[in-house]
């Protein structure tokens, strides 16, 4: 049984630097793209980055670039590194795998920075 789970998320100030992970056990393969979602209250899911291949450091969107970074280490953890946070960033966080027909999503995970 395939299970992902995002840790490290809280509260933050503005300004400040958070690091989230996902961590995903089970898996029948190696070959996945991994992403970053967000979904913010009363707005819908977006996409924050990706990882598409097999680098280590993958890309994020206009709206977080410079800011939020996405890597992975060897063992396939993900990572979702985020500085200068905004208000704006609040959302629950959600990592995703997908790859060869399957998908699976993690429970996601709060991240608030106050305002």
């Known amino acids: 049984q395939v299970q992902v789970v995002e840790s490290g998320g809280g509260l933050v100030q503005p300004g400040g630097s958070l690091n989230i992970s996902c961590a995903a056990t089970?898996?029948?393969?190696?070959?996945?793209?991994l992403s970053w979602y967000r979904r913010a209250p009363e707005k819908e899911r977006e996409l924050v980055g990706f990882i598409t291949d097999a680098s280590f450091t993958g890309n994020s969107v206009d709206s977080v670039k410079g800011r939020f970074t996405v890597s992975r280490d060897k063992q396939g953890t993900l990572y979702l590194q985020m500085t200068n946070l905004k208000a704006e960033d609040t959302a629950k966080y959600y990592c995703?795998?997908?790859?060869?027909?399957?998908?699976?999503w993690g429970q996601g995970i709060q991240v608030t920075v106050l305002s």
């Open positions: 089970g898996l029948t393969s190696r070959n996945y793209a």
């Open positions: 995703r795998w997908s790859g060869g027909g399957s998908d699976y």
